[in-house]
Every structure is written in C-alpha cells, then in structure tokens.
C-alpha cells in the first residue's frame, strides 16, 4: 500500500513538472496589410486585424502571437523574399498558422506581387504542405473585403475576383480549415451600413492624424475598430465552426484590447 502512494505522488509530481514545462502554443499570422502589425502607432489610427488578435484569445499564457504579416505583400512577394522559410523555420509541433492573401496576388500592373490564379493556388498549397511537414496546424483565410457602396448605398462585393474561390477551393481539396473573412466581412458591412461602416475603415479627418494632416480616404485599411471588429468575427467564427486546436484558446471573457508583441529579429 506504502509503495502504491509513493508511485501515485511519484506519477502526480511527473505530471505537474511536465505541465509547467509545456511551452505556449504559437499562432503565426502569415498575411498583407490587412492583418499586419503597424508600427507608427503614435502618428497613425491605422491597425491590421492581427495586431489586435490577440483580444480574443486566453491570456493564461498558453498561446502567443507571431504575426509576420507585411504591408503590400502577396504569396509571391512573401516567398520571394524568404519571409515565408523564415516562418517555415520557425514553426513547431502544435503550432497554427493562419494563410490570407489575396489583396496583392491581383496587382497585375506590378510584376514584384502579381500572381496568377493558377500560381496562387499553387503557393496555398506549397504553405498547407510546408505548415503540415512541421507538424504544425494551417488555416486558410479568404480576403477581407474592401469598404464599397454604390451611390444608393447597396454593398458592390466581388472585389477581389476569383482570388478567394480559389482559396476555398484549395481549403476543400487539401482538408484544411476554411475563414471565408470575404463572406464575414461583407455581411458586416452590409448590417452595419455605408455611413456607419466608415468608422471602421481609414476615414480619417483633417488635422486628426499627425502622418495624414490633411485627411485620407481608405477602404482597405482598418481602424482600431475595425481590426478589433474583424478579429472577432474571426475569432467567433473559429469558434462556432470549433476550428482546432486554435478554438480551444479563443476567450471573450475579457475584451479589453490587446496588441501583439513585436518579434524580435525579423526583418521586416
């Protein structure tokens, strides 16, 4: 009975020592500037939904952000330019990665990003293969939609082309994870309306903001509402649709906003 007890407090200290030695779960955010960190915080509202993310997951220190998204970059450019073996590297078992692009991948007119539909596909697949070789978790996500109302106040949708059937396509064929983010956000926008839906985006009035003195007009770019609007559809979506492992780590108990911590030694 004695040496029963001691292998019971013997397996109980093994579990509680392998426990506290479990490393966080890391979410890599692969993207354009719509998800991105930015960095001009103190002259610029302008915020990715990715840099906010972390809003909506537990904060036990279970999980933690990576989010290597850049401003203007498609799945050519990001892989070009090595930032996408950069992740690849990083990437453990367990890992997450969410995939969107689209918004630069149709920039036909410059030759550093565009990418066919067919070399599009392609690249989707190079990064669900290159995440699932690591052991690690890929999620693909659609496009968010861009802010644009006819004149009477219908939603036009259909920015982005075949871009994102092409995304969903590949989700279906490889048996990933799908956030149609085009679907959610267009929803969004249609409830919230032309006029309410600006607060949302870079409507930003003159002499508000030191980097845009005189005013600017985005329909792309999100304010820190907007990217804390996006981040919890996407969030709430991962969790109604129970997308794992990530779905286990979403929390809406505390919504205060939180910010991404910068990654050290990138380059960016």
């Not at 644009?148 to 219908?154: N, R």
């Not at 509402?225 to 709430?236: D, Q």
């Amino acid at each position: 009975m004695k040496r029963h007890l001691i292998y019971l407090c013997v397996f109980a200290l093994t579990v509680i020592l392998l426990s506290a030695n479990k490393k966080p779960v890391t979410l890599f955010l692969v993207g354009d500037s719509t998800m991105a960190d930015k960095t001009e915080l103190d002259i610029s509202p302008e915020r990715g939904w990715g840099q906010l993310f972390p809003t909506y997951l537990k904060r036990d220190g279970s999980i933690i952000v990576e989010n290597h998204a850049k401003n203007g970059r498609s799945t050519k450019s990001f892989i070009d330019q090595g930032r996408w073996d950069n992740v690849v590297k990083r990437i453990k078992r367990g890992d997450i990665v969410i995939i969107q692009f689209g918004h630069n991948d149709a920039k036909q007119s410059d030759p550093q990003r565009y990418t066919s539909i067919e070399d599009y596909r392609s690249n989707l697949m190079r990064m669900v293969k290159d995440v699932k070789k690591k052991g690690g978790k890929p999620i693909l996500a659609t496009s968010c939609c861009r802010r644009y109302f006819k004149p009477d106040g219908t939603f036009r949708s259909g920015h982005h082309g075949a871009y994102p059937t092409a995304v969903r396509q590949v989700a279906e064929f490889m048996n990933v994870p799908l956030i149609d983010a085009e679907e959610l956000t267009k929803n969004w926008l249609i409830n919230a309306g032309k006029d309410e839906s600006k607060k949302f985006y870079m409507h930003v009035a003159a002499g508000e903001s030191q980097k845009f003195p005189n005013g600017k007009i985005d329909n792309t770019h999100f304010r820190e509402a907007g990217a804390l609007a996006v981040g919890r559809l996407i969030a709430k979506e991962i969790k109604d649709k129970d997308i794992k492992p990530l779905s286990q780590y979403i929390d809406f108990e505390d919504t205060t906003p939180l910010y991404t911590t910068r990654v050290q030694g990138i380059d960016d």
